[in-house]
């Protein structure tokens, strides 16, 4: 019988809200540094373009993601609700090398 890569949802959406911030700390600087030097370089509208398409590409990460774990497989978990009798047997989860290649193929 083959094993069976798990994540849980938490992880899932906590990896696209790291992605996301991570775009948004990037347009920003593009941001910065077009209102400083692509005026003088005659690039602010290649500047702007690609600021776009970096925030495009942000809004379809969620998506991108969850196809590239489909492909591997990956199963995703539902998030535990907390208890304060429940035991917890932990499911076969993904390591941090797993995930990040799985985002990794998102990203090429």
């Known amino acids: ?18 992605y ?19 005026g003088g370089l005659s690039v602010q509208p290649l500047v702007a373009e690609f600021a776009q398409q970096l925030l495009e590409h942000a809004a379809s990460y969620a998506e991108q993601l969850r196809s590239a774990l489909d492909a591997i497989p990956v199963e995703v978990l539902p998030s535990r ?10 499911p076969p989860a993904a390591s941090h090398r797993a995930t990040r290649r799985a985002m990794d193929t998102v990203t090429r």
């Open 1 to 18: 019988m083959g094993r069976t890569l798990c994540i849980t949802e938490v992880v899932l959406q906590e990896s696209i809200a790291h």
């Open 20 to 38: 996301s911030r991570r775009m948004d700390e990037a347009v920003v600087r593009l941001e910065r540094w077009r209102s400083k030097h692509a």
């Open 81 to 90: 609700k907390s208890s304060t009798t429940s035991s917890f047997s932990a």
